[in-house]
C-alpha cells in the first residue's frame, strides 16, 4: 500500500532524514582563514561573467571616490579634537590640583544616580589583605596617592609594562597631559615630581597621525592612524638607569687559568622604555615581526591614553570602567564551552585558536 500524503511530504521547508543536511556541504567564507577567504574570494571575482566584473569594478571606483572623502572627514574630526582640547584643560588642571593635594575640595554630594553603582554580588574573593593598604592611609593626606600608578596597575594593557623597580618613581608621577601639534599628531607629557632616579621633571612621548588613503592600498583605509612615534631623552642620575641592568660575569683565562670580572650592562624591563621606541624605517618592508609587534603595541599604548585613560582617569582609579573586554564574555564561559568543546579538542598544541593576536602597526587606528 503507498504511503499517503500525509506521510511523505515535509512539515517544513527544513526537515530532512535523520544524518542528512539539507544543503551541501561546502566552504562558507565567513569560516575561512582571512588568507584562504581573500584568495577564495579574489578567484570568485574572476569566474564571474565579463559584465558583472565591470560593474564591480565601478562599484570599488565609487569606493575609492567616497574614501577620499573619508579622508577629509577625519582631518575635519581632527581639527575638532584640538578645539575641544582646549575646552577640557581646565577640568584636567582641577584634577591636577586636586590629586597632587594643591587644593582639597569641600564635601560634595554625588551629581550621578549612585542607586546602581555598587556591584552588590560577590566575587568571591577576599580582597582584606590587599585593601589593608588602602585602609591604613591616614585620614590626613593631602591629595590622592598613587593615583596614576593605581590606573596603571587597574590597567591590563599598561600594567603588563610596569615592573616592580618600575613603581618608586611612578609614585612620583603626579600627571600626563596631551598637546596636540598643529601637523596631525600629539605629545603625552608625563610630569613628574623630584625623585631620585632621573632629573627631568617632565618625560615626553611624541606619536605622528595621517589620514591619507596609501595609494598602494587604498582599500585599507580605516581613518586617522598612528604611524609613527618618538621618545625622549631620560637624564638618569648615576646607577638609577632602570632600562638596563648589570651582568657581572666571571671569566677564566684558557692558558694562564686566573680569573677576571667582566662587568657589562644589557637592557632591562621596564615601563621607562616606552620612551625609547624602535625607529620606524620608511620603507615598511624593512620592519620585522618583532619590532612591528612592538610598535603595534606602543601604537595602541598611545591610542589608549590619549583617547581614554587621560580624559577619564578617575573611572579608571574606581573601576566604573575596566579594560579588560573579556570579563563579559567569561560570564558566559559555561554555556560557550560546552559547544565548543569539540572544536578546542582538536588542537594539537592545546592552544586556543581563537586567541587574540598582536595588532598590526596598521591596525592601531585613532577611533
Known amino acids: 500500500m503507498d504511503a499517503s500524503k500525509e506521510d511523505t511530504e515535509p512539515e517544513s521547508c527544513n526537515e530532512s532524514e535523520d544524518g542528512k543536511k539539507t544543503s551541501e556541504n561546502h566552504m562558507v567564507p565567513a569560516y575561512m582563514g582571512a588568507l584562504m577567504r581573500r584568495q577564495f574570494l579574489?578567484?570568485?571575482?574572476?569566474?564571474?561573467?565579463s559584465s558583472i566584473q565591470n560593474r564591480i569594478t565601478s562599484l570599488k571606483n565609487i569606493q575609492l571616490d567616497h574614501?577620499?572623502?573619508?579622508?577629509?572627514?577625519?582631518e575635519e574630526v581632527y581639527k575638532l579634537e584640538m578645539l575641544y582640547q582646549k575646552k577640557y584643560l581646565p577640568f584636567f588642571e582641577k584634577r591636577k590640583e586636586i590629586v597632587t593635594g594643591k587644593f582639597d575640595p569641600p564635601k560634595?554630594?554625588?551629581?550621578?544616580?549612585?542607586?546602581?553603582s555598587d556591584i552588590d554580588q560577590s566575587v568571591g574573593s577576599d580582597f582584606s589583605q590587599i585593601l589593608k593598604e588602602f585602609k591604613d592611609i591616614p585620614e590626613d593626606t593631602k591629595g590622592i596617592p598613587n593615583f596614576w600608578l593605581t590606573i596603571f596597575r587597574n590597567t591590563e594593557l599598561l600594567s603588563e609594562m610596569v615592573q616592580e623597580h618600575d613603581e618608586p618613581v611612578l609614585r612620583k608621577l603626579t600627571d600626563i597631559t596631551i598637546k596636540y601639534e598643529e601637523q596631525p599628531g600629539y605629545t603625552l607629557e608625563f610630569h613628574f615630581d623630584k625623585n631620585e632616579y632621573f632629573s627631568d621633571p617632565v618625560l615626553t612621548k611624541q606619536y605622528?597621525?595621517?589620514?591619507?588613503?596609501?595609494?598602494?592600498y587604498p582599500f585599507s583605509f580605516e581613518g586617522t592612524e598612528i604611524f609613527k612615534c618618538k621618545g625622549c631623552n631620560i637624564n638618569w642620575e648615576k646607577k638609577m638607569n632602570l632600562t638596563v641592568k648589570t651582568i657581572r660575569k666571571k671569566q677564566r683565562h684558557k692558558e694562564r687559568g686566573a680569573f677576571r670580572t667582566i662587568v657589562k650592562q644589557v637592557p632591562n624591563d621596564s615601563f621607562f622604555n616606552f620612551f625609547n621606541p624602535p625607529e620606524v624605517p620608511d620603507d615598511k618592508e624593512e620592519v620585522d615581526e618583532d619590532t612591528q609587534s612592538l610598535l603595534a603595541t606602543d601604537f595602541e599604548v598611545g591610542h589608549v591614553l590619549r583617547a581614554r585613560i587621560i580624559p577619564k582617569a578617575v573611572l579608571y582609579y574606581t573601576g566604573d570602567i575596566i579594560d579588560d573586554e573579556d570579563d563579559d564574555d567569561d560570564e558566559f564561559n559555561g554555556e560557550e564551552d560546552?559547544?565548543?568543546?569539540?572544536?578546542?579538542?582538536?588542537?594539537?598544541?592545546?592552544?586556543?585558536?581563537?586567541?587574540?593576536?598582536?595588532q598590526s602597526v596598521k591596525e592601531c587606528q585613532n577611533q
Do not use: I, Y
Open 338 to 358: 560546552d559547544e565548543d568543546e569539540d572544536d578546542e579538542s582538536g588542537d594539537d598544541d592545546g592552544k586556543n585558536t581563537g586567541s587574540k593576536q598582536k
Open 208 to 216: 605622528f597621525l595621517k589620514s591619507t588613503v596609501d595609494e598602494e
Open 67 to 74: 574614501l577620499k572623502v573619508e579622508a577629509e572627514f577625519f
Open 42 to 49: 579574489q578567484e570568485m571575482v574572476k569566474n564571474l561573467p
Open 108 to 116: 560634595e554630594e554625588p551629581k550621578w544616580n549612585t542607586e546602581n
